[in-house]
C-alpha cells in the first residue's frame, strides 16, 4: 500500500532482514520499535498514534540501512 | 601544476590535514568546502581521491552499494603507510554486504539499547569511583590518563570479559597504532602483540570460561565453526580498540569544548535534561572519528560529478557535520541543537558504529558526573599547548592537564 491508495490508517512496515541493529528506531521511537533479542527491528504498533508520526519519521531518516517504511496516508 | 611544499596537484590539495584547534575541523577544510560537495585530494603516496564535504552526499555514497569497504581492494585510499598496514586485516570493519552482515549480526544482539542501558549502574560505578580517586588527588593532573582512557577502557574490559589487570597493555599498544601515522613497523608490532595476548586469553577462556562478550562468541561462534579463532581474536582487537579509543578522545575533546564555551556547559547545568542532546552535539562538533575511507565499485554519478569504479572516495565526518544545508549555523556549539542525531561522526549506512548506544550512555554519565563532582574544572594550560594527535586517525589530544 502507498501514500496515495487513501485507504485506512498508515501502517509501518519492518524488514528485519535488513535490519543490522543499528537501534536508531528504537531510540527515536520507543513506543513503536524495539529490538529483539538478535537485536533486529521489531514493530510495537504497527497502526501507530499520530502523536508519535514526527518520531517515526524521525527514525525513517536516521536508520542507516533503510529496514523501516511508513505508508502515511497523508 | 604540483605545489612544491606538499608535492600535491594545486586542484586537489593534500589529506589528511592536521587540526590546529583539538576540537575545530583543520582550517583547510573551508577551501575544500567551496569546491562543493564532492572534489578531489591528493593522497600520501600521490594518488589522488575524492573527498566528500556534503552530508547528503555522503550519507547517499554511504548506502550505496558500489561503494566498498574492502581494504584487500587494490585501489583502496590509505591515509598513511601505517593505516595501510594495520587496517588490511578482514573485520567487520573492512567487510562488505553480504559477508559483512552475517559476522555484524554475530554481535549486534549484544550492543542493542536495552543490553547496554542495563550496563549503566556497571559505568555509573566506574565513573563514581575513578572521580573519587581523582577528588582526592590535589590538582593538576592529566585528565587523559587518569579519566577519559580508563572509562571506556573498564567498561569495553567488563563488557567483552577481558582481566582490565591487562588494560595497560593493551593501551599501549593501542597508543602506539594511534600514533605512529608514519611508523609502519611500529604500528604492526603493536598489532602483533595485541594478536599475541589474545590469542592467549581466548584460549584460557576455553579451558574456563567466563561471563563476557568473548566468551559467548566463543561459546556460540568458535566451538561450532562459524567463526575461525583468527576471526574471533579479530574481532576481538576491533571491539576492544574502537570501544575505547573514540570514546577516550570523546572525553578529552568534549571536555575541551565544554570548558572553552562556558554558556553551554551553565545551560547544560541548569538543565540535566539536556545532557542526551548535547552529547549528540559534542559528537557532531568534535568528530573525534574525522576520516572513513571507501572504495568505488561501479561507476556512480553524483552532484554533478561521475565517480569511476577503483576511485577512492574519502569521508571527513569534521566536514560533514558542518554541512550549512543539513544544521543551521554549523559552526556554533549549541547543547539545544535540534535535530542533532542526523551527524555523521558514528557513519551511516551498513557500517554506522555499533557501539554508538554505548559511547553515548557512558559520554553522558560521564558529562553529567564531571562537572558536578569538580565544579571549578579548567584547563591548567592553554589551549594552544595540547598536542593534537595526527591527522588520518582519531583525532583527540595526547594529554590534557585541568585543575580545579
Ligand atoms: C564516541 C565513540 C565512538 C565513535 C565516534 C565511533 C565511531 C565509529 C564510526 C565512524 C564507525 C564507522 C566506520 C566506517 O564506516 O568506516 C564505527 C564503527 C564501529 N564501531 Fe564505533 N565509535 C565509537 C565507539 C564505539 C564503541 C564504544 C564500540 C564498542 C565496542 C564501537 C564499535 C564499533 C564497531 C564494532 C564498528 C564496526 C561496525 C561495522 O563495520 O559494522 N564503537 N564507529
Ligand atoms: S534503525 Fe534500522 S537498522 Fe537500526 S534497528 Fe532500527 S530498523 Fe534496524
Not at chain 1, 508520526?53 to 542507516?64: K, N, S
Not at chain 2, 593505516?83 to 567487510?95: D, G, H, L
Not at chain 2, 573498564?154 to 563488557?159: D, N, Q, R
Not at chain 2, 581466548?202 to 579463532?229: A, F, H, M, W, Y
Request: glycine share 6%; with cysteine; net charge negative.
Amino acid at each position: 500500500m502507498s501514500a496515495g491508495d487513501g485507504g485506512g490508517p498508515p501502517r509501518i512496515s519492518a524488514d528485519p532482514d535488513r535490519c543490522l541493529g543499528a537501534g536508531q528506531c528504537a531510540r527515536s521511537a520507543p513506543d513503536v520499535f524495539d529490538q529483539d533479542d538478535d537485536g533486529t527491528v521489531v514493530v510495537l504498533r504497527p497502526d501507530p498514534p499520530t502523536e508519535t508520526h514526527d518520531q517515526i519519521r524521525e527514525a525513517i531518516y536516521l536508520c542507516p540501512s533503510s529496514a523501516i517504511s511508513f505508508d502515511a496516508a497523508e | 601544476m604540483i605545489n612544491e611544499e606538499t608535492g600535491a596537484a594545486l586542484d586537489a590539495p593534500a589529506f589528511p590535514q592536521e587540526r590546529t584547534c583539538p576540537y575545530e575541523p583543520p582550517p583547510g577544510y573551508a577551501e575544500l568546502r567551496e569546491r562543493g560537495p564532492l572534489s578531489k585530494i591528493t593522497l600520501f603516496d600521490g594518488r589522488t581521491a575524492w573527498v566528500v564535504t556534503g552530508h547528503a552526499e555522503a550519507r547517499s555514497l554511504l548506502v550505496d552499494s558500489r561503494i566498498s569497504a574492502d581494504t584487500q581492494n587494490p585501489d583502496f585510499p590509505f591515509l598513511s603507510q601505517a593505516r595501510a598496514a594495520t587496517t588490511r586485516q578482514r573485520t567487520i570493519v573492512t567487510m562488505d554486504p553480504p559477508e559483512h552482515d552475517v559476522h555484524r549480526r554475530m554481535l549486534i544482539p549484544s550492543f542493542t539499547l536495552r543490553k547496554i542501558n542495563a550496563l549503566r549502574p556497571t559505568i555509573e560505578r566506574v565513573v563514581d569511583e575513578l572521580l573519587d580517586g581523582i577528588t582526592a588527588r590535589r590538582p593538576p593532573l592529566d585528565l587523559v590518563s587518569e579519566f577519559a582512557v580508563p572509562v571506556p577502557s573498564m567498561v569495553i574490559c567488563a563488557l567483552l570479559g577481558v582481566p582490565y589487570d591487562d588494560h595497560e597493555f593493551f593501551e599501549r599498544q593501542t597508543r602506539r597504532i594511534a600514533i605512529s601515522a608514519n611508523d609502519r613497523t611500529d604500528a604492526m608490532a603493536a598489532l602483533g602483540e595485541l594478536f599475541g595476548y589474545l590469542d592467549g586469553l581466548v584460549k584460557s577462556k576455553e579451558e574456563d570460561p567466563g561471563d563476557g562478550l568473548l566468551d559467548e562468541l566463543i561459546e556460540s561462534q568458535l566451538r561450532p565453526g562459524n567463526l575461525t579463532r583468527e576471526e574471533i581474536i579479530l574481532t576481538s582487537i576491533v571491539l576492544l580498540l574502537a570501544g575505547h579509543e573514540n570514546t577516550a578522545n570523546m572525553i578529552a575533546l568534549g571536555t575541551v569544548t565544554l570548558l572553552r564555551h562556558p554558556a553551554e556547559l551553565d545551560a547544560l547545568r541548569a538543565d540535566p535534561e539536556l545532557i542526551s542532546g548535547a552529547v549528540d552535539e559534542l559528537l557532531r562538533y568534535t568528530a573525534v572519528a574525522d576520516t572513513m575511507s571507501r572504495v568505488a565499485t561501479a561507476d556512480i554519478e553524483i552532484a554533478g560529478h561521475v565517480i569511476r569504479a577503483g576511485d577512492g572516495v574519502i569521508l571527513p565526518n569534521a566536514a560533514i557535520n558542518r554541512d550549512a544545508a543539513a544544521f543551521a549555523d554549523p559552526d556554533r556549539f549549541d547543547v539545544r541543537r535540534s535535530p542533532v542525531r542526523h551527524h555523521n561522526t558514528f557513519g551511516y549506512g551498513v557500517h554506522q558504529c555499533l557501539g554508538q548506544h554505548l559511547a553515548r550512555l557512558e559520554l553522558e554519565i560521564v558529562f553529567s558526573r564531571l562537572f558536578e563532582r569538580l565544579p571549578t574544572l579548567r584547563l591548567a594550560v592553554p589551549v594552544e599547548e595540547l598536542e593534537i594527535k595526527p591527522a588520518g586517525g582519531a583525532q583527540g589530544v595526547f594529554e590534557l592537564p585541568v585543575t580545579w
